[in-house]
Nanobody, 117 residues
């Protein structure tokens, strides 16, 4: 199983980026998939996930600005109205099973998002 994230880059405050994560060796259907991020010197933070029943969770700080979507092999994170505090390395994570509290998980390599003022 491999997860490949892409779409990171540098953007100015208020700009948008779209991250994608593509799976090989597994399908997202029936599993939970989400995004974590980690800023330099900070703890890793769960940003959002969509579970196998298509229920979606967002951390409060991104509600109304970020949107997660998925199809069978790709999950996307549309990030709008970006702020400097969104600067981080973003990781896609798949958890086996319908719900986010699944024990077995796969991580993709991170993609860096930098938001500058």
């Amino acid at each position: 199983v491999q997860l490949q994230a892409s779409g990171g880059g540098s953007v100015q405050v208020g700009g948008s980026l779209r991250l994608s994560c593509t799976a090989s060796g597994i399908t997202f259907s029936g599993n939970a998939i989400g995004w974590y991020r980690q800023a330099p010197g900070k703890q890793r933070e769960l940003v959002t996930y969509i579970n196998g029943e298509d229920n979606i969770h967002y951390v409060d700080s991104v509600k109304g600005r970020f949107a997660i979507s998925k199809d069978q092999n790709t999950v996307c994170l549309q990030m709008n109205s970006l702020k400097p505090e969104d600067t981080a390395t973003y990781y896609c994570v798949l958890k086996l099973g319908l719900y986010w509290y699944g024990v077995y998980e796969y991580w993709g390599k991170g993609t860096l998002v930098t938001v500058s003022s």
